[in-house]
């Protein structure tokens, strides 16, 4: 069965750092990628999602993310982070023989104004 | 207007009772799960449901029974309710399980145990 891991469980930044969590998967064969963000107190949202193509992929709010095969990696970043980035961050992969994501523990990323 | 909408968002308890959470979405969509995330943010599949039908049920204890009624409604009934089982339950549903499409999220219902 296929496993994600995000290595950073908390990450603290101030306004204008750059960002990049860190997601990376075990599975061997072809997988989608999704990342979710869950800002305070509301629901799960998908941000961003690679099935094939460019693998560098475009995000709603200025978020990316590059999927790098070789490495079983699609890390997530932003140049520039804002306050209202605070939130939970997840990484999900879906491989081939399954549609039903699996998530990763989650990155909790905070802000500073 | 909500697309998955569960109730209620909070709930405290005491061991024991027995409790359930609704869980309705309004998008159309075929399929609709329940995850747990735990105290560490994993997120788990519980189960899943596609047209009212049983598709998966992961290593569950069986004092969580799933109803669904209509497509567009997936309860949860707890039984005999634990200590261990205070955690965060979210309500998603997505298109079709046979597609890639992104799961829609609840907003979450956060179970405590007393």
């Known amino acids: 069965a296929q496993s994600v891991s995000q290595h950073n469980h908390h990450v603290i930044l101030s306004e204008a750092a750059s960002l990049e969590l860190g997601c990376n998967y075990s599975?061997?064969?072809?997988?989608?990628l999704f990342w979710y963000v869950q800002y305070p107190g509301q629901h799960l949202q998908l941000l961003l999602k690679y099935f094939s193509g460019d693998p560098l992929v475009k995000g709603i709010k200025g978020f990316e993310a590059e999927f790098i095969k070789s490495k079983f990696s699609f890390n997530l970043r932003k140049p520039s982070v804002q306050w209202s980035d605070t939130a939970e961050y997840f990484c999900?992969?879906?491989?081939?023989?399954?549609?039903?994501?699996?998530f990763g523990r989650g990155t909790s990323l905070i802000v500073h104004p | 207007d909500t697309a998955v909408s569960q109730t209620p968002k909070y709930l405290v308890t005491q061991m024991g009772n027995d409790k359930s959470i609704k869980c309705e979405q309004n998008l159309g969509h075929d399929t609709m799960y329940w995850y747990k995330q735990d105290s560490k943010k994993f997120l788990k599949i519980m189960f899943s449901y596609n047209n009212k039908e049983l598709i998966i049920n992961e290593t569950v204890p069986n004092r969580f029974s799933p109803k669904s009624p209509d497509k567009a409604h997936l309860n949860l009934h707890i039984n005999s309710l634990e200590l261990g089982d205070s955690a965060v339950y979210f309500c998603?549903?997505?298109?079709?399980?046979?597609?890639?499409?992104?799961?829609?999220f609840g907003d979450g219902t956060r179970l405590s145990i007393l």
């Open positions: 999900a992969v879906t491989t081939g023989g399954s549609y039903i994501p699996t």
């Open positions: 998603a549903s997505s298109p079709s399980m046979y597609s890639n499409q992104p799961q829609h």
């Open positions: 599975y061997g064969g072809t997988v989608n």
